[in-house]
């Protein structure tokens, strides 16, 4: 990736357990805290909130190897900088743009094809809403006044994110696209009440939306430069 270009790959993130990407706020008298949803119902996870999960691990990655006193250190920050940019610094920004986390276009499409389905009917096919509470650390017994309702979307739902690289960088593309297999299989956790079990994840890549996964064949390098 030694022009200016644009090269795309997908993510996919496949829930493990009933997650919730919050929305910030809830739907008084439904629910304290709603999944973040399109126009037609279908949840969806933020390329913005997404890039700063893969961010996080990134971080934590360079953490890791600055502490193995890894001689591959410099080549993988590299690599983290080309992706994500340089920490505090505006002029130099990361290449890898990241889209919305979707539902599957063949899925979203059979939605929209089923009539009458209301954007509320959409959003109670995907969902469920779990009530919770918290406990007294002392007493062991429920708060009064703490009872909360949260919307999660189910378990065993793939979303997938459009990952672009663009514009110009002297990295090699098999180092980006290594390093970002190792934040990839690094990011076992995305949204809210994670302390409660929720948002248990695992993440795939591939050259194309739902296509055979290169998780692996990517992550190689990195994992023997590491080595």
């Known amino acids: ?4 270009t644009q090269d795309r790959i997908w993510l996919s993130m496949h829930l ?4 919730c990407f919050s929305r910030g706020d809830g739907v008084p008298g439904i629910v304290d805290t709603e999944v973040k949803h399109d126009p037609r119902g279908m949840p969806y996870l933020a390329g913005r909130t997404l890039k700063g999960l893969l961010h996080a691990e990134a971080a934590a990655i360079m953490r890791s190897l600055s502490q193995m006193n890894a001689s591959a250190g410099p080549r993988w920050q590299n690599a983290a900088v080309a992706l994500f940019g340089k920490p505090g610094s505006r002029s130099q920004g990361g290449a890898l743009h990241v889209g919305d986390a979707r539902l599957p276009e063949a899925v979203r499409t059979q939605l929209v094809l089923q009539g009458g389905l209301t ?7 995907l969902t469920t809403i779990r009530r919770q509470t918290k406990i007294d650390p002392e007493t062991g017994a429920p708060q009064e006044n703490t009872l909360r309702a949260v ?23 098999e180092d980006l696209l290594a390093f970002l297999a190792a934040c990839g299989k690094a990011l ?8 409660r079990g929720y948002g248990l994840v695992q993440i795939d890549l591939a050259q194309t939306e739902a296509g055979e996964s290169k998780l692996e064949e ?9 080595q």
């Open 1 to 4: 990736m030694t022009d200016n």
């Open 16 to 19: 493990l357990s009933e997650t």
């Open 119 to 125: 954007p509320a009917d959409v959003l109670d096919t």
């Open 151 to 173: 919307r999660v979307i189910l378990r065993d739902i793939a979303f997938y994110a459009p990952l672009t690289f663009l514009g110009h960088t002297d990295i090699a593309r």
């Open 188 to 195: 076992r956790h995305a949204g809210s009440n994670k302390t």
């Open 218 to 226: 990517w992550f190689r390098p990195f994992k023997e430069g590491v």
